[in-house]
């Protein structure tokens, strides 16, 4: 059977990654995105443990208490997180007693907050998130941490736009 030469690159392109400053390079955004998020979540998930919580359960309590009382939906925008997974993650802190959740003026509407038990934890996890962020930043330098910040909110942009 005759094959398309342009597929055939493409199929070996896939199978042999190729290296830069001797890590692979997928052939692929999303795979090198999610590896690194991967390889990144080992990192904070290695010290917040410590305290007995998990990277999703910290980035709620650190974005509800920068936020205020914020719209379950306007929470999923800004962590670009599915329906699905939100819910999930704040019954687990509702469970805990570290939020609780209010019902707006339109009773559709789910508005969530810190209590101050979740305060505390937030306080108390605190000093093992900013020692596995003080890893990363240390490794990457600050002209690299500069550089994650611009590309991972520039990707994550360009994603939405589609």
């Keep these: 059977m005759d094959r398309c030469i342009y597929i055939v690159s493409r199929e070996r392109e896939m199978v042999r990654p190729r290296r830069q400053d001797g890590e692979v390079v997928l052939p692929c955004a999303c795979a ?55 819910t999930r993650t704040l019954r687990l802190l509702l469970e805990k007693g570290w939020i609780r959740r209010a019902v707006g003026a339109d009773r559709r509407q789910r508005y969530f907050e810190l209590t101050p038990a979740g305060q505390r934890q937030a306080e108390k996890v605190l000093p093992y998130w900013e020692r596995a962020q003080r890893r990363l930043k240390k490794s990457l330098g600050l002209g690299g941490w500069a550089e994650l910040e611009r590309v991972s909110v520039g990707a994550a942009r360009a994603a939405r736009a589609g």
């Design 32 to 86: 090198n995105l999610r590896r690194a998020a991967r390889a990144v979540t080992q990192l904070y998930e290695g010290e917040l443990r410590r305290a007995g919580v998990r990277a999703t359960q910290f980035t709620l309590l650190q974005v509800l208490a920068k936020a205020g009382p914020i719209r379950q939906g306007r929470l999923g925008e800004v962590l670009a997180m599915d329906s699905t997974t939100l």
